[in-house]
């Protein structure tokens, strides 16, 4: 049984920096993505990251240059670093992965739909 849990998050002041883990249990080496997502109040999840197995990456505009997303697979551990905060920034952020069998470019971001498994998500709030 897969199972995603995030950590790190918190409330930071506008210009802070976070880093959130995501540790993947029952979820070994895949050639499917794992990325990030957040969901602020009355807004739809967005897709923020998303990362393959080789290390190929992309990222929604918005945080381009400001958040970084990698992987230790030794540890199943999944990172998204995250700095220059912004007041906009605030939301739950999610883990996901798709299962393996699944193929992921890494070259654009996959739809909510695309992914199989789901952490409870970790809250980021920023402060102005």
């Known amino acids: 049984q897969v199972q995603l849990v995030e950590s790190g998050g918190g409330s930071v002041e506008a210009g802070g920096s976070l880093r959130l883990s995501c540790a993947a249990s029952?979820?070994?080496?895949?050639?499917?993505?794992m990325g990030w997502f957040r969901q602020a109040p009355g807004k739809k999840r967005e897709g923020v990251a998303v990362?393959?197995?080789?290390?190929?990456?992309a990222y929604v505009d918005s945080v381009k240059g400001r958040f970084t997303i990698s992987q230790e697979n030794t540890k199943n551990t999944l990172y998204l670093q995250m700095s220059s905060l912004k007041p906009e920034d605030t939301a739950m952020y999610y883990c996901?992965?798709?299962?393996?069998?699944?193929?992921?470019?890494?070259?654009?971001?996959?739809?909510?739909?695309?992914?199989?498994?789901w952490g409870q998500g970790t809250q980021v709030t920023v402060s102005s």
């Open positions: 029952g979820y070994t080496y895949s050639t499917g993505c």
């Open positions: 996901a992965a798709q299962r393996h069998g699944t193929y992921c470019s890494g070259t654009y971001l996959p739809a909510p739909y695309e992914y199989n498994y």
């Open positions: 990362i393959n197995r080789h290390g190929l990456t």
